[in-house]
């Protein structure tokens, strides 16, 4: 079994290090050690993953600040040279510790004087999932991705004109391109949990039930930010008015949107309210910030609710993700969703196929595109770097 060292390179707030509090001791993190074993070519590899936090180029430059945009990612505007140079010293050395593999988490504190040496202090660089859309991806992945040889990536799309994001990072320079479904939001399954009764395990089959015996309190729910023109329309007065009238019972949730914000927002527990409102709903609206393969639809498929999104690229078929059989469809018109909520409430034997279904294959995609399944891929297609 052939073992390979491997630095993450990022930034967890459950550290509680500076700037999150006043340690700036970042030993305990430097030292941490994590072996994951994959399967290349055959072949059992072992990585042994260490942390290098990004914060600590800024202590150790005497920085006692972090830029304004702190936990914001703006690669586009530098810190002062002495954190940039601190950081390209710790990388060299940690590479000199026989690290060979370096694995950069949301382009985090990346900047391209560190960058483009990546390639010429490890054997391979990998780009971990940068929250590619428009207005981020100029600031977070345009200045640094052609100094990495590979990307992992969560979306499916990057743009509504629906270039797929692999295209995107073909055109920034990185040619090999793995996509990670997202899967639920962090702290939903617990969230689901709660909800049980103590010793009880979820089941579709008990959820559909509770569905059919009318056990919820609203026709559909919506968790997500305001942003974009297409949930702009969920905050319109004319919207909540034609609800009304049509007796749609809702809950539009999120920051800036008409019902609140959940709390708490911050993981592990961002998806614990969210498993709640879920619970207490017949149907889910995924209304896109830009593409439509978020947490949300697996959030909805994981609660046994039934999902209702407008697909307006090829982003759900690329992934075999079908209209009437794992979600069901509306022209994007409030009038419409009010009239398919209704549908499947008066045809629920067909919305019970949907709700067995977006479950089933909700499960296959997480099982299917995961970090682990690109990260096989990714070492094989390297392997010559690492044989002795």
Known sequence: MRTIEGVIVGYQNVWRKWPDSEDRDYSSVLAKRELREYTVAGESIVVCMRWYPAHRAYVLAGVNKTPVWHPSINNTVLPPQSVMDAMLKDLTDIANDSVTLCYW???????????????????HSILMHADDCPGSTELKTEPIA????????GNVIWHPNGELTSS???RLGIQDTHYVALGVSAGFMKGL??????????????????LREGGYSYDMVFVGGALGDQRAILNEDKTTALFKAAGLRTRI??????????HPRIPPDLGTPVAAVYLS???????????????????????GTLLIQQEMTHEL????????????????TMEDLIRVVRYHQEHFDETVKMIRAGYKYGMELSRRYNSKTAMESILTKARNKWKQ
């Open 281 to 303: 709903a017949f149907s889910v609206l995924n209304m896109p910030m830009v593409g439509l393969m978020g947490t949300r639809p697996f959030d909805a498929w994981a609660s």
């Open 253 to 262: 949730l999120g920051v800036g949107m008409r019902d609140g914000t959940l």
């Open 193 to 210: 949990d709660n909800e049980l009764s103590v010793g009880q395990v979820f089941s579709v089959e008990d959820r559909i039930e509770q």
């Open 146 to 153: 052609k100094y990495f040889d590979s990307v992992i990536h």
């Open 105 to 123: 988490e949301h382009a985090y504190q990346c900047y391209p004087y560190v960058a483009q040496h990546l390639k010429r202090i490890f054997k």
């Open 317 to 332: 078929r690329h992934l075999g993700i079908l209209s009437g059989e794992h979600y069901a469809p509306f022209n994007g």
């Open 168 to 170: 995107l990072y073909n």
